[in-house]
């Protein structure tokens, strides 16, 4: 059974910063790539940063492009968002999501659509007070 679990999640005041943690379960960790996504209310789930299976290449939003990092670490199991300089629109519910590497072609095209990921977590909220 796969599971992916985020952590990392909560309240924080502008310019802040916060590190999601995404702790992956039941799959070949290094066959998939990794993605965060965040869904705020009212409006639908959008990309963020994805990192291919290997690690060598990331890929960011234009609005979070140069305050968030993505990172993974294929012997824990694990993918991580560094989140500098945190804005009050960045508050939302964010996900992490697997997209398997071995059928698809990495690219910031795939990873950025929320359809050619094949796991998702629960979410963690991120709040971003002014």
């Known amino acids: 059974q796969v599971q992916l679990v985020e952590s990392g999640g909560g309240l924080v005041q502008a310019g802040g910063s916060l590190r999601l943690s995404c702790a992956a379960s039941?799959?070949?960790?290094?066959?998939?790539?990794m993605g965060w996504f965040r869904q705020a209310p009212g409006k639908e789930r959008e990309f963020v940063a994805a990192?291919?299976?290997?690690?060598?290449?990331?890929y960011y939003a234009d609005s979070v492009e140069g305050r968030f990092t993505v990172s993974r670490d294929n012997a824990k199991n694990t993918v991580s968002l560094e989140m500098n300089n945190l804005k009050p629109e960045d508050t939302a519910v964010y996900y992490c999501?697997?997209?398997?590497?071995?059928?698809?072609?990495?690219?910031?095209?795939?990873?950025?659509?929320?359809?050619?990921?094949?796991?998702w977590g629960q979410g963690t909220q991120v709040t971003v007070s002014r």
């Open positions: 999501g697997a997209s398997y590497s071995g059928t698809r072609y990495v690219s910031r095209q795939n990873l950025a659509s929320d359809r050619n990921y094949d796991y």
């Open positions: 039941g799959l070949t960790f290094s066959s998939y790539a």
């Open positions: 990192i291919s299976w290997s690690g060598v290449t990331q």
